[in-house]
């Protein structure tokens, strides 16, 4: 009987987020937070 073991590693390294990411992720943050506010306006409360 023959045993065939096979190990991967994997690293993930984070990655330093520059200026203009971190200003696109508050936008999309900003946008979605208004959608949501539409959406919640829209339809009445039971």
Do not use: A, N, S
């Not at 984070?14 to 946008?31: A, F």
């Not at 949501?36 to 039971?46: H, L």
């Amino acid at each position: 009987m023959m045993v065939h073991l096979l190990f991967v590693t994997i690293t993930i390294q984070r990655r330093k987020w520059t200026i203009e990411e971190i200003e696109h992720e508050q936008l999309v943050k900003k946008i979605e937070e208004e959608m949501m506010d539409r959406k919640c306006g829209i339809y009445p409360r039971f």
